[in-house]
Structure formats: C-alpha cells, structure tokens
C-alpha cells in the first residue's frame, strides 16, 4: 500500500472541500468535507488507479453537490438517472447519447449498482465518438447514491434489479439492453442503436411536459 | 421491482432519522437524514434481501453515527477497523474475536471494498460460536465509509489492497490471511485460529499503550 501517497490524498481533499464551499452553494463546510471525504471513500473502493482518485473525487463531488443544490432549488431542466450494475457500458452510453440528442436541454447522470474500475473499452470508443474526446475522457464509473436519485426526475434502471429506493414524484422505467460488456463489435453497434431508439422515445416525453 | 415496498421504505427512513437525531449527538438532522438516506442507498446496492433493508440501514447509520461521534469526542477506548473485500468472512471474525477477546475494551468495526450480500454461511456458525446467536445475527456485510477510517486507531488489511485512506494519526496493518469463500471445514478452522493468534498480539499492542 502507497502509504505516503495517500496521506498527501488526505490534505488534498480537504482543500478541494475548501474551494467547493466557497461556490455559490447553500451547504455547511463541515457537510462538504464529509461529502468529498466520503466520495472519495467510495471510489477508493472500486479505482484500479490511485493516483487519479483525488481528481475522480473532485468530479464526483461537484455532481453530487450540484445533485443536492438541485434538490434544494427544484431546477426546470428534467434530469434523468441511468443505471446498470458497473456504470460501465449501457448507463454511460444512454447518458452520453442523452446529453447529445438533447443539446443540453436534459441533463443526465448515471451510476452503477457495483461499479467497474474502467469504462468498457468499446463503450469509450463510441463515448468518444458521440461528445468528442475531451468530454468522454471525463466519464468514469461511479456507485448510485442517494442524492442522485433525489435530484432525477426520472430513473432508468438496466438489469441492476432491486438497487433504487422509490420516490413519489419520480418516474421509473426498466429497459431491457443487453450488456456490452460481452458484446461483439457488430452487437455493441446494436445496443448502440437500441439505446439511441430509446433515448429518442424518452426525449420525447421529456419535451412534452 | 417492487415499487410500493420501496415508496414505505421512504418514509421509515423519515421516522428512523428523526429518532436517530433525538439522541444526544451533536448534529444536525439534516445530515442525520442524509446518512440514513446514504446508508440506506449503499445497502441497497449490495443486498439480497430488500425486506431486511430497513433494519440494516438502521443498524449501518447508528455505526456510522457512533463514528462520526466519536472522532468529534476523541473517545479513550481503542477503536479497530478489519478490512476486507466483502466484509463476510475474515473481517468479520476478527471484528467477532476481538469483541469477544477484550471483553468490550476494545471497539471492532469491519467493512469490505465490494460487500457480498451475506456473511459465508461457515463463517456465520463461527461467529455464532464465538458471541452467541442474537450478537452474531446483527453481523452484516457493509461498504467501507470515511467515518469509519477515522474512528478508527488501528485499521487492518486483509487482502482488500489499496482501498483505504490514509490518514495520520492510524496505525495500518496488513495481515495475509485466506479467504474462507474459498476454505474447506478444516482449513476454516485453521483460518479462525491464524486470526485469533494475530487478534491476541494486537490485544496486546493495545493494551500496552
């Protein structure tokens, strides 16, 4: 274990809740530590890489400080959470495709019930090819919580069961994709077009409210 | 998905906050309804039985809300956390036989990096040997959380690798112990008596300080 390396992660982190609790947002100090603190917990679970987990932390975080600020304020923007199990594939491929076909008129998060340390190699690929390099680079796996289900309108769930506590006021759907992960190239193009069909339909609704 | 099940658990969560915040601890009910609500939703994650949830999640805040308390009161009695990947075979017995060992001198957490949904049925029997039946029912595979590296003085590895922040101030120790996922009913055996050897010589440690 790289001990010194993460007594330096330690110091990082509580400059980086620092800098967050000065944004525009309505949050304690002590509440922004310990969500930075936390997020990095739980990525640290999961990261093959632990020299990017300080800067992981710091994405996670603006999410989950954005998901909460959003809960708080009752945003306009319909948001939509996609879930799978590892936050590798199919939830990072609807969300991305979401963003896109929506041109930021939704925003979209996903989450995993058991997140992978890597996107699927194959999924990055046409991540990349949707929202160009630089914004893809910034996708990662990451575990559902609880603010992100708060803060979603509607939540899409793919194949990872039971995992999303139920609130009123949100609309669930289960869509039946198969997992790219054991995809070849001629079927990940499939799930790829399934999703995109899917994505389109929900936009859909979204537009009509 | 069983949606109305779901919706009810919403409102335990609720109740059980406002409980939790009536105790003496010195924090807001607002992040006490936040850690209920994220214990709950990293539960959820791993767990087999959706019935239980509630009861788990209970059981999960009040520890997380014990070590949040005690890293604010800087508690004389020494805390260890055992550390594995799934929290449901060799964290758990030492957690267990350092319980049992010290006679409540000591404070024994575990947590995994990629909880299981339950502890290995062997191991169960075991843990049952060492506390008794209704000690050993409250066990339950959990996710590791910051709050509980902090509580912690000591924090032991066993096979989980680089998940762990580190922090100054804690002692980390490594221990090469098997999995008993994988152990017959003799080698499990040989496990147990490995643990409590090395559970001894930290007593020890500890003791001495």
């Given at each position: 274990m790289s001990f010194e390396l993460h007594a330096s992660h330690d110091e990082q982190l509580t400059r980086l809740a620092q800098e967050l609790s000065k944004g525009s947002l309505d949050l304690s100090g002590d509440l922004v530590l310990r969500i930075v603190r936390e997020s990095y917990a739980s990525l640290a679970r999961t990261a093959s890489v632990s020299q990017h987990l300080v800067s992981l932390t710091e994405r996670f975080a603006k999410q989950r400080l954005?998901?909460?600020a959003r809960h708080h304020t009752h945003s306009?923007?319909?948001?939509?959470l996609f879930l799978c199990v590892a936050?590798?594939?199919?939830?990072?491929l609807a969300a991305a495709l979401l963003n896109h076909l929506s041109d930021?008129?939704?925003i979209a998060r996903s989450a995993g019930s058991a997140p992978s340390s890597e996107i699927h190699p194959g999924v990055q690929r046409m991540l990349t090819d949707i929202e160009g390099e630089s914004r893809s680079a910034e996708r990662f796996p990451k575990p559902l919580t609880d603010d992100a289900v708060r803060a979603a309108d509607?939540?899409?769930t793919m194949g990872c069961g039971d995992v999303?506590?139920?609130?009123p006021g949100v609309r669930y759907e289960e869509w039946d994709v198969p997992d790219p992960a054991a995809a070849s190239g001629q079927d990940l193009e499939e799930i790829r077009e399934d999703i995109t069909t899917r994505v389109r339909a929900l936009l859909d609704t979204l537009s009509n409210k």
């Open positions: 954005a998901d909460i306009d923007t319909p948001q939509v936050n590798a594939g199919r939830s990072q930021g008129a939704v509607v939540v899409i999303c506590p139920i609130l």
